[in-house]
């Protein structure tokens, strides 16, 4: 009898690539995103009601004050720890519940009401904060070393709406292919932009077709570097010796620009995607796009025979995966030393060199690609889109 | 544009102090807590019906045997480590279900029903246990050295009831502002009965007036030691040239005496509650005091627009926090390299001082204060009560 | 007053024995399980929908090809970590869903459609996997040393049914007195298998009696050595000068040959059972046994004042003790340091002693008992079954 070859007896322990996952303070992609602005809300998230917030393995409070200013400060109160989740929205700022000390947008403490005088040495307290700006109707957060704070892009295909076009903005993680909060690495939905030969195969034969027809077709693909991130064609030639050009993006260092697998009308993409990282194991999207009516946003997100993910029972979700199946099916980090890329794979391994060069030029004590410091400048255009190619 | 200050990048890791907060065995917190008696149920929770106790990290099991005695085994059987909890209790002691070794409240081994007569080394056996006594319709334990061993203490409030006055006892942690096992390190509760300034914030205006209304009144408040632990004085001046004086006290090492804060009538407090570190994440609080009514304890309980915690939803929590979300809100354990006393919190500091007074005194080898050794001293004389100075 | 003597005060912290009760590849009882063959699921347990299997700490998925093959592989994908679960099963293998890569139940590589040709290195990869066998209704995987791997065993108790028995296969853990999954290490099932002497206790006086009159009376038990295992044999002396002899074997590694404690009539034992580890903490039971109708298997489930497990309240779980409680009593993994072995656990002595015995044998390089190699040989004789001796 033959001895048996590859059992998986004497498997080596599995590891995952650390400094392309983890997104805590200190680690180096958790430094690496900390460069950019984030997505933590809704603008309609600040309210006088305080919420919870957590991004970047951070835990975080928002608010907004009386003055129409949204906050967004450690949850800890400055004085004795108890959570401002707890506190009152005032006029200027947040009160904490426990003692009553008042803190505004910024930290800075304003009062301290059982302190003789209000507190002599309040102005020496300061509530740990992030810079909060404000943009298609998103809330974008700035974590990472004020002296480095860079200005907040903006984006072509969200600042020229065509005609009867209007911008909406969305927290559901349209484009997990799931619920709002995934919970498996970022990563693993990242890689997933730049990785087109998964369509024909999970939204085609498994899933569907999930998507149009045409996206059924097994591509041509190619993937090149844009200047701001990642650039993959796909390339599908149809009836009639017409060619369907789908053109995907991620871009540094989190958005995912994405036209409509649905193929609603062929142009430049209609909307795009930051996935924020919650923290290591688990993240979410937000997104903003031009619309023609109330709600379009929303029918981009998948179905599967006709059901929303959540609609599923477990036996469903085995016979209809789709992409949350497939990237928390990865593991909540998954094992990149068991991992066998191949040529079809070339977007994944351009996007990990991506990062690991952003790495490298943060380490030699440069800025990443991405991050801009002249206002004038920080406008990114984008190529996206499903065009035809007559 | 100016850099900002203050923000939460680059926040150091935040850490607590592990030698007050922490309960278990050979901590030294721990070890100063197993100097004490501590209440561990009530009376009436020892019956024939094995009941799972846990007490300053420990797991345990409590029972009564058939001639009253109650005792108080670790829960896995000398024998072979089946939980005690599955035992049928007799006359002279508990009996493991497994193999049927009989053990008595002081752990004894009595019977080995599987071995040759009976078994003729189970004198060698004994089940770990500890002491217990009966006061107040309490039931204390002693977990520490043997040696140390000290007399049960009485208290004057409740050794000496009033005409039409009766004792009685709770286990629903009255005095908790939650449910009877509150999630967080037991010291976040005890600091905060040395805290009288929270009370007009918190349970003033935040959540009420939640007391009656002279309590939502700022104080003036000072604080001295006793000699067996803290105490706090706060004057209110009332109308009439009146002045209400309300006193509270901290004894060591875990009893909170604390004047109902509905001051139903002026006068020395009525009750007193055993705050019993469960674990090191966990506290629940046991009360003894006089009544004239069945049932008038649970009276002073908290309640929240009329309503008990427990019946709050999550918004009403974060609308009307109480003493239970600004402890809980703290933190398993808070962290006390974030925070920042003042004036108004000499009473914390103060705490944590006479706490790390008496681990010095244990590291000398001395005994802690409250710790009585002749039984004709262990009379504790309170002084705090609600009083009215004309 | 004198000092307690034996409280709980400085009891050292508890310890396991490691080497006796790990599981995991690796560690030394790990390795010596993985000499054997193990029962991983029903025959009907692999179908064309992926199932889910862990078995020695190991995830695993199950499943049988288009031509009744059954295949055990690694869950995540070799190409990009997606399970397997989520496959597709087709004539040859199974599919991944996420790229399409199939494999065969050997972990071949048979395409990987989104590559040019199909993959022209798709031979180089190999889905680790481990080889299954089917007897008795029942899948048998070997997970250790491909160049170890033994005849998997046949036993005579199944090899030879009487007129009018046949064989049925049961995955409900007949004998764990719970449910299919028992939260707790397999060894202390395994030992009580050898612990003849809980039965008239726990199953006669705390439960019952539970099984038959006769079961509740206290044996004179031996035990011995059989080349294969360990029996025991527990003699019960009946009225009119009959002799109950009822013999009991734990043959290695994890094979419970346990005769029905109900006794419906006297013969050789009709069942056996095979005590899977699932991980460190957890265990099942696969059963297979001579019956002469349907569903016979599953009347020797034990039952508590007529319930199943599944239907006792908590309360009836405390009064109604049963192995269950027992085993899963003390412990997810026993503390081995805290335990008092007497006269009446020389099984459970023996027991482990067996198994340190077979480690030796590995550690010095040999083949552990119970280990074929000549499938002329690969027949286990059992003595086990209710005697009445006259």
Redesign the interface.
């Known amino acids: 009898m033959a001895?048996?070859?590859?059992?998986?007896?004497?498997?080596p322990a599995?590891t995952y690539l650390a400094a392309l996952t983890l997104v805590g303070?200190g680690t180096p992609m958790g430094e690496l995103l900390?460069r950019y602005w984030h997505p933590i809300g809704l603008a309609s998230d600040a309210t006088a009601?305080?919420r919870k917030v957590r991004a970047l393995d951070?835990d975080?409070v928002l608010f907004r004050d009386g003055t129409g200013r949204p906050g967004l400060?450690?949850p800890?109160c400055?004085?004795?720890?108890?959570?401002l989740?707890?506190g009152?929205v005032e006029e200027h700022g947040i009160r904490c519940?426990?003692?009553?000390w008042l803190y505004d947008v910024?930290?800075h403490c304003l009062e301290?009401?059982?302190?003789?005088n209000g507190?002599d040495?309040r102005f020496n307290?300061?509530?740990?904060?992030?810079?909060v700006e404000e943009r298609y109707g998103l809330l974008f957060a700035y974590?990472?070393?004020?002296?480095k704070?860079p200005v907040l892009p903006a984006y072509d295909v969200l600042e020229e709406p065509g005609a009867g076009e209007f911008l909406e903005a969305d927290d559901s993680s349209i484009g997990s292919g799931g619920p709002a909060i995934v919970p498996c690495n970022w990563v693993q939905h990242f890689e997933n932009v730049m990785d087109p030969?998964?369509v024909p195969?999970?939204h085609g034969?498994?899933s569907g077709p999930q998507f149009v027809e045409q996206m059924a077709q097994?591509p041509s693909v190619s993937w090149d570097w844009t200047g701001r991130g990642l650039r993959s064609v796909q390339i599908r030639n149809l009836e009639g010796g017409r060619r369907f050009r789908r053109v995907t993006e991620a871009v540094l260092p989190t958005l995912r620009v994405v036209p409509s697998p649905r193929v609603g009308q062929y142009g430049r993409v209609e909307s795009i995607g930051w996935v924020l990282p919650i923290d290591d194991t688990s993240y979410r999207i937000y997104v903003a796009g031009r619309v023609t009516e109330p709600g379009q946003l929303g029918k981009m997100r998948s179905k599967y025979g006709g059901k929303y993910w959540w609609e599923l029972t477990e036996d469903e979700?085995?016979e209809t995966?789709g992409d949350y199946?497939?990237?928390v099916?990865?593991?909540a980090i998954?094992?990149h030393s068991?991992?066998?890329?191949?040529?079809?794979?070339k977007g994944?391994a351009l996007l990990r060199r991506m990062f690991e060069g952003q790495l490298e030029v943060m380490k030699a004590g440069g800025d990443p690609i991405g991050v801009f410091t002249d206002p004038a400048k920080a406008l990114v255009r984008l190529e996206a889109g499903n065009f035809l190619d007559e």
């Not at 001895?3 to 498997?11: E, L, P």
């Not at 400055?78 to 959570?83: D, F, I, K, M, N």
């Not at 301290?112 to 003789?116: D, T």
């Not at 307290?125 to 810079?131: H, T, V």
């Open positions: 001895i048996d070859q590859g059992t998986a007896y004497g498997k599995p303070a900390r009601t305080p951070e975080l400060l450690h800890r400055a004085h004795r720890g108890t959570s989740y707890y009152k519940c426990y003692h009553g910024a930290g301290q009401p059982c302190e003789p507190g040495k307290i300061r509530q740990p904060w992030y810079p974590m990472g070393p004020p002296e704070k030969y998964h195969i999970l034969s498994f097994m979700h085995r995966p199946e497939v990237q099916g990865q593991g998954t094992f068991e991992e066998h890329l191949r040529t079809s794979d994944v």
